[in-house]
């Protein structure tokens, strides 16, 4: 049934890197798989690679950004793999009209790798349905909840914080694939894509992460991202400047 679900996945590539997901059946010329799953990164099985995959991102992202303390570092990871998973299933729904399995055991993902975080499938099988519910069993249940309690266990980052991230996300991956596949497949294309997206902001888990309004969306939290050196506000943050001093996550 789902045979012709592989090509389609290396076809996402058609609207650029941040889209794309990877597949063992077609990786012969590619780069080394990845070594850890997202299943790993979650604490849900134990890595023979790293004794925890998303520590070791977070403190590459700490690094490469000179932030100053890691909880900045990993909000900042958080949203940045929140944006790939949302790309995935967001971009398969709208151009596919199917969602392959996005079982985080499936999912095998590099935490050297630099962004757009790189993803691979391991097996290319039947998913949940492509419409607004669907997206929110494989993507908000599936990975965003999990991801969420791995990172605040470990950086004590507030749920508000973690929330909106997760909607931020999500609508900068919709502006970016209105913007993809509106040009490729055509306005129904884009209409699906904004429908979709004002549906899973209204999920419960998403609920008060901020309001859209049009194609703008303001965030009722912040992601810490003005705290790393030269970083400034984001387009959608709660501030309209920077604080001057070090406020504690603003959860909304």
Do not use: K
């Not at 045979?3 to 990786?27: H, K, M, N, Q, Y």
């Not at 010329?29 to 070594?35: K, N």
């Amino acid at each position: 049934m789902f045979v012709d679900l592989d090509p389609r996945l290396a076809a996402l590539r058609d609207l650029g890197p941040f889209f794309a997901v990877r597949t063992l059946l077609g990786s012969a010329g590619d780069r080394r798989h990845p070594p850890a799953t997202l299943a790993q990164a979650y604490g849900f099985v134990t890595s023979d690679v790293y004794t925890n995959p998303l520590t070791f991102r977070v403190r590459r992202t700490a690094a490469a950004l000179r932030a100053p303390e890691p909880r900045v570092a990993a909000s900042i990871a958080h949203l940045g793999l929140a944006a790939r998973l949302w790309s995935v299933a967001l971009g398969c729904a709208v151009v596919h009209g199917r969602l392959p399995d996005l079982d985080p055991r499936l999912l095998r993902w590099d935490p050297e790798g630099s962004a757009p975080d790189d993803l691979w499938l391991t097996e290319v099988r039947p998913g949940h349905t492509a419409d607004a519910p669907g997206l929110a069993e494989a993507v908000l249940l599936g990975h965003l909840e999990p991801l969420a309690a791995a990172v605040r266990s470990e950086y004590r980052l507030a749920p508000g914080l973690l929330r909106g991230n997760a909607a931020s996300a999500l609508v900068g991956t919709a502006r970016q694939l209105v913007r993809q596949a509106g040009a490729t497949a055509g306005p129904e294309a884009a209409a699906r894509t904004r429908s979709l997206t004002a549906e899973l902001l209204a999920h419960p888990l998403l609920t008060g992460a901020g309001t859209l309004t049009g194609t703008g969306f303001r965030r009722r939290s912040c992601c810490l991202y003005y705290r790393v050196p030269g970083g400034g506000l984001c387009g959608d943050c709660c501030f309209t400047r920077p604080p001057r001093s070090s406020p504690r996550d603003t959860s909304g």
